[in-house]
């Protein structure tokens, strides 16, 4: 079964700390991983994919497949990253996005 | 259009009755998504369609869930009997088929249709 968890409902850190929020899937084979991000009145959109190995605004994320994580990073948080993360698993042969519970992060002043 | 729409933006029902939600997915793609998003529960998948393929309702919470797509375009999220625990944020997605050689496929979100039972 497809599962992805987020433990942490809401993280808060101050401005110009260091942020990860934490993800971990269940899928028995080699998945697509995905990171979404809902700003606040926003509609959710795509902040980055496993596949790509890009860093946006910032962010990066490293698939472990030992560990079945796929944390997202950030070194020095900003007040505009202040938003709700959700990780996304889709499975390797297409199909249907399952979606961790999300992360409310809050960066404060 | 340019994005996915949904409507309505809002909806307030009374509890048992029937309510319909529309999703128009931007033109070409051909997988469509459903989720519901509540407070504390994430986003929920609820039913998945792909082209022509039989749909993936694993996601249904109830018998009372059911949703259609005509054309491979439109589709409809329909709620019988609706009940206060069906109160919460309706979100579609559309996107190009996802298969393998092209990884990372990215699903493109409406604006959600809030539905209240009251």
């Known amino acids: 079964a497809q599962r992805v968890t987020q433990p942490e409902k809401l993280l808060s850190v101050f401005k110009g700390a260091p942020v990860e929020l934490k993800c971990n899937y269940s899928?028995?084979?080699?998945?697509?991983l995905f990171w979404y991000v809902q700003y606040s009145r926003q509609r959710l959109q795509l902040l980055l994919r496993?596949?790509s190995r890009e860093s946006i605004k910032g962010f990066t994320a490293d698939l472990n497949k030992g560990e079945t994580s796929f944390h997202l990073k950030k070194p020095f948080a900003q007040e505009e990253d202040s938003a709700m993360y959700y990780c996304a698993l889709r499975g390797a042969m297409g199909g249907k996005l399952i979606f961790g519970q999300g992360t409310e992060l809050s960066v404060k002043p | 259009g340019a994005g996915v729409s949904q409507s309505p933006s809002n909806k307030v029902t009374e509890k048992g009755k029937d309510v319909e939600l529309r999703c128009d997915p931007i033109?070409?793609?051909?997988?469509l998504y459903w989720y519901r998003q509540s407070l504390g529960q994430g986003l929920e998948f609820l039913i998945y369609f792909q082209g022509n393929s039989a749909p993936d309702k694993s996601g249904l919470p109830s018998d009372r869930f059911s949703a259609e797509r005509t054309g491979g375009s439109v589709s409809t999220l329909t709620i019988q009997r609706t009940q206060q625990e069906d109160s919460a944020v309706y979100l579609c997605?559309?996107?190009?088929?996802?298969?393998?050689?092209?990884?990372?496929?990215?699903?493109?979100f409406g604006q959600g249709t809030r539905l209240t039972v009251v």
């Open positions: 997605a559309s996107s190009l088929p996802p298969h393998r050689g092209r990884e990372g496929t990215e699903a493109f």
């Open positions: 033109s070409g793609h051909t997988a």
């Open positions: 899928y028995s084979g080699s998945p697509e």
């Open positions: 496993h596949i």
